[in-house]
């Protein structure tokens, strides 16, 4: 395993010049996680790129880096504390200077020079790659390939300047620094993946649920899931809607989910706060609608380009009233596409907005994933409770009630266009009918109806999982993106030591945990907010003793494994003692 | 075909007794029936207020949402089923103030709905304060010493947003009133019928009476062409809003009709797999 | 201690009718307590006015009522089986039938008849008045003096035609009932009391504690504090200002607070909703701003006129991101009055939104409160942590440090209008000078140091008040309208019954909680929502063990002292076995 | 007096190179400069967009608000302190979008604050999407094939919803934009002043040399005269709003100087202790 990095300023083309790597790579049959940091402006700034290449699954980051390519001073001072005994490849133009303190061979090639000796100094980026391609000492073929594919549509000059790019900085690399290619990547394991997102994997199993509108408004890091299906909609005879703001977005997504499509919007903290009227609305009206929420640092307008896993609670209890949410928490790239599907199911058996809660790490960064993970046909669609237009005619004229009292809490609808299917669905407390009661016995029928859904719901989902040995000294706790770390940390400890993750924060799935959990002699929560919302969470439903302990981070920085790994050792090592 | 009848349900209506809103019920329901609506294909948004209860009253599909956000839930039920005929009908404080951001880009967006707003100067519902139609020096428990803003003019603008169907109508003038609604109804896109309808227990000045004195009909002026958007403006502004009829019409093409790759079936009719052909081709453009 | 009853219908006046009953007895010298039913329509529909008379402060309603005054039939059926023994008095004009399983006495006088003869329907209630001062063995002279000074403004025939009204009812009764007058009040007891609503207390609160700008938008059960500002203001310069909507209010109130004004607004459940993400701006901004949320039965619109306490977890959680925010509960009027004050003191001294929960029944039910107990001179302003004119221009230009890390998590602020004191407030992170940062040992600190206020708070407060014997066996623990409920409730239990309640949620009073609770054998949390909200608090701050039960109610009908007293007392019973 | 350089803090812009939000800033601070402002008493109110950084770079106290917000925060501001002089700058999304409907209540309202809207018809901070602004046909990533809505007229809306000064400037024009930032500042009411401000990176349409080519400057129509609403509409109609300059400005009282019993001394300047004989004023309308 091995991890590149690239740095430079925004609108440098950075972010494109490392994708190239880690598709490359991945096409050639590693597995690939791209990282990136960037800062909150469109153009200037520090920005890099880092991909780490291995021959099994990562889904996490990582502090040291191999090699690293800077465009700019700025890079090596930022990043060369990462190098310890790796290799630095910078632009001799800005004259590049190790600190003293740095453990990196420097290497310097004139990228600039280079790239306009073919033409423009556009093609930096591109003798970069070609030059991390010997580098990592990966033929240069695939990344030709790859460049000519990619170029094909601006034309044969353009596709010419690339392929050269690419093989001026392979060859420069080999002729001048033969000695010093002491890395070498393990043989690769073919396969058929896909370098995706969290957000595309959303947004594509929001299609395979048979989610054909989106209303949405942009807003960091969630605008990804709407671009994306504005782009893929068209195909499959969908709609993206953008709308004036979060509120007309959750609106318009109830306003669907009553006539009968699967419907969604995407936001983060600040559109999830602004919907907590709305999604009242759907829980006492009835109506599937799904929402995701791709968390980033907050609170108010906070960190928006920084990862944080905080808005749980307002997921949860944000809105006035009593409700229960539905909140699914996919602990991976595939368990987001797994569950973005499923929540339209969910929505639409059980009648209830459903919401995602993903993050800014999980959403944004991308990473090999097997195709075969990403199959529409694998999540099949489930319609149900719904009255069809023969059982109302059956039924007869104004007999048909909506909110009938039934055991599951959930009553088979009707769709607009059924005849005999007309009713009142309004957010005023109503009775079986759907016509508005004020009276306190139905009151409490309602009610005891609607929050009665979650117990379906419980029966139906795994919402707590774990890997690891059957008898594990010490289990991390986690959820979204931080999942893949502590998988990752894992590795790094000592054996019985075992991962366990939430899939549904609600229902709570309270005996599934204190199952898992119960082996353990320890159990460290690690949460990325400041107040240990999932603790808390936890805590309500009784599931507190004295083996639990938190790591929690909100510095807008995701954990690394090495920190989990550094948090966990000395627990470890306590626990030996006794 | 469906009757008058047809689009009523069995509940009281309950509103006070003279309230304005009784006459806009009367007149969708005549509008329904004339553009031959049925009601299993009618969906009716309605909005927080006592206007809002109208949903109540019309035997069809209604949802009744939370306070101003009328207009995107109609665009959810549009074009999650182009087949509905899609009404919405709310009071001024829902469509002018809460809702007042929805309504001006509804009005661009130009989705096929039809909006009824009830508007009678005042909130009704929460007992009587200001609205943004509220006149100056109108006095309510929020301004006991008389309102201090000057009152939306929301014909003005609706034309000024881009809409392609404006009108207002008076509850108590029937047959017009209905005519504008099925008009609206019939309107290839978002139509605005702001109708005046007297609260005759908070406002005890815009009353039917000072309404008759006040309002000009455009239907008496056969020299007022709705066709040009300057002149809607002009007469807007010369009469303080102080008309009745069409006020601007021009032909369009609803947004549902323009979104790429959008179906002439509805949404909720559609197969909702998706055939291997296609999901590769979604996957391909990640490669 | 008595309590009567009038009832018609909606638009009929019997609001004012119950009204002038209930300010007469407080002038008097009784105890008033006034509770109304009503339909959530404007006209028409059952309506009816309960007072309680009483020689001690009542603050809750009662299952049962000695008189009745039915202005129709539908009065008589809703409420004759609260008449156990007590006086059916109803208008001849509709015929009024007693159902045979009542056990109270039927009056009946030609009410509308009466009225016509003094010239006008109108004047029917003010003859039902007069009869009821008879039947209630009150004296007939206050209440002339009442509506003579009432209607003074109105013309002398208006004070005579009422003065009359008053007149025949009351003789009528003496005439021709004398052997039915069974009810006799004991001895007034002399003071200087109001008849006032927690609406109207909080509104005197907010002028007691400087506020004098109200931005807000009308909802049901929190216009009338709107309201009741925009008549008090003028009189000391204040404005009220009705927004366009919830979004815009709180960020008015917001912008008034960076200015150094105090300002508030009120709403119900649907605007705290609207209102999650700018409380979020609030608290990162560390402007000061006060939220009164009067709760009502939810979610969505749910039942607007209805008593309901299920906005809690909302209040404290319900915007993205890591908050903490201060919630007060005040359990009574007087404690409205205090809170109201107190909440702009400590806004403005720990720069933080702070929220009052305050709930439909605690607001509109008036009732006797003593004068003294609604002093503005006993709620002193504290004003706090703002730098002078002269300490800025000491520290010179730019040198002003807006966030810079304290103690206590306050930093002195400098007010708009001071030279020097210029600087950025923004939602989004930032350093100690107000700039953004995305420096993530920066966030650490200012979320701790946000965060960290509440301990400031925690130190000013009791949260937690008891009344009741040193070694309870039960304490009852209740909040906002139904600690009055649960104080009556536990005189009518066995002693060795005590009453705690909440005055405020967050900071949570843990230790006080846990101290005042330790000598209970049993505690019953009684709260009027279905998820046990306070409960649920209660839990996450570890407190909860088997002594704990709760009584929950969600069908919009607040709780009677006497449900409470059926529901504790097996609870004692079975105490009292082991 | 202030200067310039009193109006500049020692932050250096975020925004890209060749951004129009230079030059709004600039002719802010110059417009600060022309009307005698203080830094200790200005406060300025920014949106969430690029152009809402714009508070970071003017000294001043400033606000920045959450995504839409700026104007009702800017109205709470002026009451609490009716001795500052009160600006709002935003961009077209913070404004016309998410913030439509205070935006229109704050026309009507009339509180004297000046409001700059840097208009470059996208969402830059986002990374380029569609705006209110945006013209039909606008590719961005949530229109790949092009919007298909109307554009927002806002300076249309603006004078349609009672605005008392309306006027249009362009980034590149800087003493004109300077000039009617000055008089917005000055007028004494709620102020619009939209700013062209070409978004360098996502808005490749309407381009610095576009607006040269397209936009009418009204300065150089000595004809115009900016005081008759109904021209004012049909002149911004006919031209599609390609004007500079002041389009419409009226004689107003703002809205702080309407308020019953309100003082003109500042909220924050008063003594908060109520005296016992307002105190019993008070209560004695409880009795
Ligand atoms: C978010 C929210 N804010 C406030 C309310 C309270 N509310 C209900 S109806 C209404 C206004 C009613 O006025 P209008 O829309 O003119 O309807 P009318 O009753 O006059 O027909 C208000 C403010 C609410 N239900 N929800
Ligand atoms: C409630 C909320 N929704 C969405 C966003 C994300 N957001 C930030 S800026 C912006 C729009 C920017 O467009 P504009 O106002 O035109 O400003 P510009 O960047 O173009 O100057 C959006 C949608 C947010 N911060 N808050
Ligand atoms: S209060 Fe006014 S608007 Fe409401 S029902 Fe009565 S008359 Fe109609
Ligand atoms: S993205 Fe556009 S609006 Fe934003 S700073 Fe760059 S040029 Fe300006
Ligand atoms: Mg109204
Ligand atoms: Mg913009």
Known sequence: MLAWKIGGDQGEGIDSTGDVLARVANHMGYYVYGYKHFSSRIKGGHTNYKVRIATTRVEATTRHTDILVALNQETIHRNFHELENGLLLADSAFKPVLPESASAHLLTLPLTEMAKSIGSVMMRNMVAVGASAALLQMPVAPFIDYVTA?????????????????????????????????????EPVPGDRLVISGSDAIALGAIAGGCRLLCGYPITPATEIMESLAKWFPLVGGAVVQMEDELGSITAVIGAGFAGARAMTSTSGPGISLMQEAIGLASVTEIPAVIVDTQRGGPSTGMPTKQEQSDLLALLNGGHGDTLRVVLTPGSVEESFEDAAEAFNLAEQFQTPVLIATDLSLSLWQQSVERSRLKASAQPIRHSATFSQEDLLALGESAFQRYRLTDNGVSPRSLPGEINGQYLATGVEHGPSGKVSEDPVNRIQMMDKRLSKLEGIHQMRDGFKYEGPMEPVLILVGIGSTVGI????????????????????????????????????????????????????????????????????????????????????????????? | MATLQDFRTNENAWWCPGCGDFGVLAAMQKALVAVHANPATTAIVAGIGCSGKIGNYINSYNLHVTHGRTLPAALGIKLANRDLMVLVAGGDGDGYAIGMGHFMHSLRRNVNITYVVMDNHVYGLTKGQTSPTSEEGFKTKT??????????????????????????????????????????????????????????????VNTYDWYKKNLQNLDDDPTYQPTDRSRALTRLHESDEMVTGLIYQEASTPYEALIPGFRETPLVHQDLTVDETTWNKILSTLE
Chains 1, 3 share one sequence.
């Open chain 1, 150 to 186: 990619k170029f094909e549509k601006k034309g044969e000059a353009i596709v010419a300047a690339n392929r050269k790019a690419v093989e001026i900085g392979y060859q420069r690399i080999v002729d001048e620094y033969a000695a010093l290619l002491t890395f070498k990547l393990e």
């Open chain 1, 486 to 578: 502590l998988r990752e940390a894992a590795t790094h400890l000592p054996a019985k030591v075992g991962v366990a993750w939430f899939r549904t924060l609600s229902p709570f799935p309270t005996e599934r945990v204190q199952s898992v959990l119960a082996p353990a002699r320890h159990i460290l929560v690690v949460e990325q907010n400041a107040l240990g919302q999932i603790r808390q969470l936890m805590t309500i439903h009784g599931i507190a003793d004295s083996r639990f302990d938190s790591y929690l981070k909100y510095d807008g920085v995701p954990f690394l494994p090495e920190e989990v790994v550094d948090r966990a050792t000395p627990l470890l090592n306590t626990l030996e003692v006794h």
């Open chain 2, 143 to 204: 301004t006991p010493q008389g309102s201090i803003e000057r009152p939306i003019h929301p014909l003005m603008l609706a034309v000024s947003a881009g809409g392609t169907f404006v009108a207002q109508g008076f509850s108590s003038w029937q047959p017009q009133l209905a005519s504008l609604i099925q008009k609206g109804i019939e309107h290839p896109g978002f139509s605005l019928i702001n109708v005046i309808s007297p609260c005759v227990t908070y406002n005890k």
